[in-house]
């Protein structure tokens, strides 16, 4: 290879890097799941931290909380129809209760 088609690469080199996205360059952010008090967060809070629990669903969990009281613990959220063992597993080290 030349020297002029080396530098022929390079430039179509720079050019393709310079036109990629920059998130295609970068390693992707790791999203940290924020750690959620279930007997304090909203519905829009619990929706937002746990997986698997949209907002109606998180409305449950709020509105069985004000009906039956402060969760001691994760797994009382199977309190809540619809929230099973699979669910409470998958978040519980993002869910604390005091």
């Not at 001691?72 to 309190?79: K, P, V």
């Amino acid at each position: 290879m030349n020297i002029l088609q080396r530098v022929a690469l390079l430039v179509l080199l720079a050019l393709g890097l310079s036109m990629a996205p920059a998130a295609s360059l970068a390693e992707p952010a790791l999203q940290a799941r924020p750690v959620v008090n279930i007997n304090q967060a909203s519905a829009a809070e619990l929706a937002e931290a746990l997986e698997g629990v949209g907002l109606t669903r998180a409305e449950a969990i709020v509105a069985d909380r004000e009906q039956h009281g402060p969760y001691a613990s994760a797994e009382d959220l199977r309190r809540v129809s619809g929230i099973g063992p699979a669910t409470i597993e998958r978040n519980k080290s993002y869910i604390h209760t005091d």
